[in-house]
Structure formats: structure tokens, C-alpha cells
């Protein structure tokens, strides 16, 4: 079968990505970037898709622009669609009427592809049948972590020199933004340092350093909380780092943070832990029960408990470095199940379920709320 991607625009304000020019599949591009919302959206959707002449249409989620077109255009046609989404339940506040707009908008879809139990959960509460609903959504490719981090770690202290990193440090990688929870992952840090401090007075205890991924519109906010908290020499701000890049941090760190408020998945994660690493990760990831089994391959915190995050940073950093690599076996292990193969899986199986049932027409009411959604 033919796989046709269109992509609504080539270049994102939110993630400065390179992109590959080859791809093994026909790709379509609407816009050159994401800028702005786009009048002639709904038209150029339905050109591409039209000329693609697709049997089923995956589409992620309900909240874009150019996925209202999509799902327009699949009513319109009587194309199968397939959605494909990582929400949960307690994302954010939850809002009736809104919540009412977003049952109407499932139940023009077929079928749905999402990430883990939870983002089932929040489906089947509005409306989609759970025997509908396949998993998957949410991977990486973990051969390429595992093979790549495998390689720095093989060259350490070259590496180390090379990119001036620390012997020893957890890893965070993040857009600097408040749901990250970056400011509060300092404070605990800062806290940390000073508790790791006394009881190295007590037995042979290594501080470790933190290392920050990512860049965004906190970074100034973050270098004021390094300055007052007097930890510019042990916390380094590498930037934003492409995707060939990333083993370099993965393969030399000793443990990954992720600490946000609230996430729909965390693919970070699955990044760390294909790289072989234990994970210390917050309560409100949408991966935790699938990816983090607890004093297996890494721990849990509430993210809005800064002393809950120091003592998982102190238990982390107390364990033997046999017992971490025990803990990053298991990462390994774990996360091998949620490979790239999962998702083609999953995806495969929600197309011929969606391509079985009867198709689906949006009435008057749906298609204005469409029209609507397109515009808002």
C-alpha cells in the first residue's frame, strides 16, 4: 500500500527541527511554516487529499487548523479517519460545553490510534467504543538510541572533553516553558546539592551535575534562578540540539529528569531509556504506566513537590553504579515493546477495522461546527 504524509507546513515556531529532503513516502506540504492561521486552508487540504485519493486518513487530533480540514474532508467524501491522539483526562481543566464539542468531532472518526491506557480512558469517555481504540501511537526508534548512546559511551571521556560535559549528571530535556516545571526542578536541584553535601561528609557521596536540553521563551527566567541560586557552575544550558546530537547527552548521562506538570506522553522519555538509562519521571506523564515501573527502571514524583523531586534525585544518585545499570537494563527492556513496529501495528490494524465499518457522514449541525472550528 501507497502511504501519502501531508503536512501542514515544513517548518514549526515551536521546534527549530531539521527535517530529512528524502523520505521513503510520498510527502505533500501546504505551507512552508506555521506562522499564521490560513484562509485557504480547507482548500489546499482537499486539493492534496483529493489527488492522493486515499482509502483511510489518520489524523492528529482535534485541536489544529488543518486537521479540521481533513476530517471535513473525510464527511465529505465518506473516507474513513482514523484519530490519532495522546490527551488524557486530567491534561487540563476540563471544561463541559467543551468537552460536548469534542464528543461530536470523535464521533465522526472510525477508529483511533493513541499512546497508552490512559489516553484509551479519556476516549472512551467521550464516546469513542475502547474496542475501536488501538495502541502505539507514541515511539521512537529505539535502535537508533540504543546503537548511537552505545557509541558515545564507548568514547566517554573524549566525548566528554569534546562537548564539555561533566563526569556525572542527570539529563532533562525540554522546551523552556512553564508546564516543564523547570524552575521548580532547580529549586530541588539547589536542594539537592546541599543535602548530597552532608552525607558525602558522612561517606563517599559524588554530587552530580544537571544537564538542560532545550531553549524557549524561559531561558532568561531559568539563568536568574542559576544566578540566585548560585548554581551556574554545576547546571549547563547546552541549547537546543538536533536529533543526531542527542545521543551524545543520553549515552553520557547517569539519569533523566522529566519533571512537567502535565504531559500528554513525554517521547523524551522513551529516548532516555532506549539509551539504557533509569528515569526519574513525574506523576502527570502520560507514560508512566506503561514506561516507568517503580524501583525497576526509576521512580515516580508529584511534580508540584519539590521535596518529593530532591529525594528522588538523592535515591538516584546514592544507587551503585551497578545498581544503575541494572535499572537502565530494565529501561531497555521496557521501552523495547514501544518501538516504531508498534506504531505501524497499531496504525495498520485501526485502518482495516476503520475501512470495515460503515462510513461516516458529518450532518448540518457537525459540518457547521467544523466550518467553525476551522476559523476559530
Request: aromatic fraction near 10%; charged fraction near 30%.
Amino acid at each position: 500500500a501507497e502511504i501519502v504524509g501531508v503536512q501542514a507546513a515544513a517548518k514549526s515556531r515551536e521546534y527549530d527541527w531539521e527535517t530529512e529532503v528524502e523520505a521513503k513516502f510520498r510527502r505533500v506540504t501546504l505551507y512552508p511554516d506555521d506562522t499564521a492561521r490560513r484562509a485557504d486552508c480547507r482548500q489546499r487540504m482537499s486539493t492534496s487529499l483529493g489527488d492522493a485519493r486515499p482509502d483511510v486518513v489518520a489524523i492528529p487530533g482535534w485541536s489544529d487548523q488543518a486537521a479540521f480540514a481533513a476530517l471535513q474532508w473525510c464527511s465529505d467524501t465518506g473516507t474513513p479517519a482514523i484519530v490519532m491522539s495522546e490527551s488524557t483526562a486530567d491534561d487540563e481543566q476540563r471544561v463541559l460545553w467543551r468537552e460536548k464539542i469534542k464528543r461530536r468531532v470523535v464521533a465522526l472518526y472510525s477508529t483511533a490510534l493513541v499512546g497508552g491506557e490512559r489516553h484509551v480512558d479519556y476516549l472512551v469517555q467521550l464516546g469513542m467504543p475502547r474496542e475501536r481504540i488501538f495502541q502505539g501511537y507514541d515511539a521512537v526508534d529505539n535502535g537508533y538510541f540504543a546503537r548511537e548512546a552505545k557509541k558515545v559511551e564507548s568514547r566517554k571521556a573524549e566525548v566528554e572533553r569534546e562537548y564539555g560535559l561533566p563526569e556525572n549528571y542527570f539529563l532533562a530535556s525540554a522546551r523552556f516553558i512553564e508546564k516543564k516545571n523547570l524552575l521548580r526542578l532547580l529549586k530541588a536541584y539547589s536542594e539537592y546539592r546541599k543535602q548530597a553535601e552532608v552525607e558525602s561528609r558522612k561517606a563517599k557521596v559524588e554530587r552530580w551535575d544537571l544537564v538542560l536540553l532545550g531553549d524557549g521563551p524561559l531561558r532568561e527566567s531559568l539563568n536568574a534562578q542559576l544566578s540566585a541560586l548560585n548554581l551556574h557552575s554545576h547546571v549547563h544550558l547546552p541549547g537546543f540540539k538536533q536529533y543526531d546530537e542527542l545521543p551524545v547527552y543520553y549515552g553520557l548521562a547517569n539519569a533523566f529528569v522529566h519533571a512537567s506538570t502535565t504531559e500528554q506522553w513525554g517521547l523524551v522519555v522513551n529516548e532516555a531509556m532506549a539509551s539504557g538509562l533509569p528515569v526519574i519521571v513525574s506523576n502527570r506523564c502520560g507514560c508512566v504506566p506503561e514506561l516507568v515501573h517503580e524501583g525497576v527502571n526509576g521512580y515516580t514524583f508529584d511534580p508540584f513537590n519539590q521535596e518529593h523531586i530532591t529525594e528522588n534525585l538523592l535515591t538516584m544518585s546514592a544507587m551503585s553504579a551497578d545498581q544503575r545499570a541494572e535499572f537502565g537494563r530494565a529501561s531497555r527492556q521496557i521501552v523495547a515493546e514501544y518501538d516504531v513496529d508498534r506504531f505501524a501495528g497499531g496504525l495498520k490494524n485501526a485502518a482495516e477495522l476503520a475501512i470495515r465499518l460503515p462510513r461516516k457522514r458529518a450532518g448540518g449541525f457537525d459540518r457547521t461546527l467544523l466550518w467553525a472550528l476551522m476559523r476559530k
